[in-house]
């Protein structure tokens, strides 16, 4: 619910693309086009990290550090 702010980006350790959907979502909130894009990443996103296992999950984000899909 809030991949459109980016926290999901925080609890991983990935502040500055988490800072960046967060600006994103806030400063284009009046405009309907980057919040649309923001929900998008978002829910694309979630659905990458509950699809992982748990070994590729942690290889992926926690040792490579990958910040985009």
Request: proline share 1%; charged share 15%.
């Amino acid at each position: 619910m809030l991949g459109t702010l980016g926290v999901h980006k925080f609890v991983l350790g990935l502040n500055s693309s988490g800072a960046i959907m967060l600006a994103v979502s806030i400063f284009g909130a009046c405009l309907y086009l980057p919040i649309l894009a923001m929900m998008t990443i978002g829910m694309i996103e979630g659905i990458i990290y509950l699809s992982k296992s748990d070994e590729d999950f942690y290889q992926t984000y926690a040792v490579q550090k990958k910040e985009w899909f």
